[in-house]
């Protein structure tokens, strides 16, 4: 027998198993519908990727108030859970597993984004430095309202329907967005979260919120059908901590308690491969867990740290935008297409279903 790991070996994912342990990572691509709806575009593009071990969706908001961007999809309508519905069983009918990330972006907003023109909401009221996208082209950020104590108990609710939504919807799982400077990591890290209750100062005090989401997730499914992403190091969207290797120390060893499908991390910082200031074998350890490793991993990194246990599964994303058949080319050696970043956010199916197969594939 040849006990040998890669790549392409099963996985059990808490309770989900995976055909090989290749992920095609989240990426926003605002192509949902009106209403924030998944429609048959997004079912084409995912199912087009189904050959995975595991598809994480894009970030689809828990709530209306949890949007940061044009188009993208919600997972808190009645309609939003029938379109994810379909989008689902068809990854299912091409043999492909889904988790849907849960996303509320706090301060990353912008009045004319969110219902009846409300400020965005934070941890605490800092304006991030720079401009967002709106529908009305690119706006200044403004400062958004520091959360009420009821305020944070009513998102936590969120959370736990869009589970419950997620789970009616027929995901294989959900992922709890906590990276890339968003309302959790807003919450965990200190340039984000000056607040002086119990919520903020401490380390224990900041990884709270994070912690109360994820009880709220797990016990509305399960432990096994929920993971978690962080991105420690990472900048994007004006974040930062003072002292990330014990915040998230502390972050990956609370969640180690919950029994979680896998923890999942942004490796330095977003589409900077190889320049890690932090220890991330810290991280996995004090977890304990599946780790999943994602940023910049080409098929002999990720190949090689599967084979060294530094990593259970890869994500990939840049990747698996361009080659819906990622895994048949990984599996052969075979070159890659070459990604189309004016097509990346918004439009149609150009840039996006229309990106060639090795060989002919239909969904
Ligand atoms: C993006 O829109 O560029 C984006 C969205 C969510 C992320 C990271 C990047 O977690």
């Known amino acids: 027998m040849n006990s040998q790991i890669s790549l392409f070996s099963s996985i059990q994912l808490g309770n989900v198993p995976l055909k090989n342990r290749i992920v095609m990572a989240p990426m926003t691509r605002n192509r949902a519908e009106k209403g924030n709806v998944a429609g048959e575009l997004i079912r084409k593009y995912y199912t087009q990727r189904a050959g995975a071990g595991l598809i994480i969706t894009e970030g689809s908001q828990i709530s209306s108030q949890g949007v940061g961007y044009p188009n993208t999809p919600g997972i808190y309508s009645e309609a939003q859970i029938a379109g994810w519905r379909k989008v689902v069983d068809s990854i ?13 972006v706090g301060r990353i907003s912008h009045p004319s984004l969110q219902p009846n023109g409300a400020l965005p909401v934070a941890p605490s009221a800092i304006q991030p430095a720079g401009e967002t996208v709106t529908y009305q082209g690119m706006q200044p950020f403004v400062t958004p309202h520091a959360l009420e104590l009821n305020e944070i108990q009513s998102i936590i609710e969120q959370y736990r329907q ?9 995901f294989d799982g959900a992922e709890i967005h906590a990276a890339n400077g968003y309302l959790i990591d807003q919450f965990l890290r200190d340039k984000t979260n000056h607040r002086d209750d119990h919520y ?3 380390i224990e005090n900041r990884t709270r919120f994070l912690i109360e989401v994820v009880e709220a997730v797990v016990t509305a499914w399960a432990p096994g059908n929920i993971g978690v992403r962080l991105s420690p190091e990472n900048t994007f969207n004006d ?6 290797q014990a915040t998230f120390n502390t972050a990956c060893e609370k969640l180690g308690k919950y029994g979680l499908a896998y923890l999942h991390i942004l490796e330095g910082v977003m589409l900077q491969h190889g320049k890690h200031r932090l220890d991330y074998r810290q991280f996995s350890d004090r977890f304990g867990g599946l780790y999943l490793a994602n940023n910049g991993y080409t098929r002999q990194s990720a190949q090689a740290a599967i084979c060294e246990h530094r990593a259970d599964l ?3 994303g840049i990747p698996f935008i361009a080659n819906p058949d990622l895994v048949e080319r990984f599996k052969r050696n075979a070159p890659l297409n070459e990604a189309d970043r004016a097509t990346f956010y918004g439009g149609d199916e150009h840039g996006y279903t229309d990106y060639p197969f090795l060989d002919k594939q239909q969904v």
């Open 239 to 244: 974040i930062a901590d003072s002292n990330p």
């Open 314 to 316: 890869v994500a990939f």
């Open 162 to 170: 869009a589970a419950r939504n997620a789970q009616a919807a027929g």
């Open 200 to 202: 903020g100062g401490s």
């Open 92 to 104: 299912h009918a091409a043999g492909g597993r889904v988790f849907i990330q849960l996303w509320h």
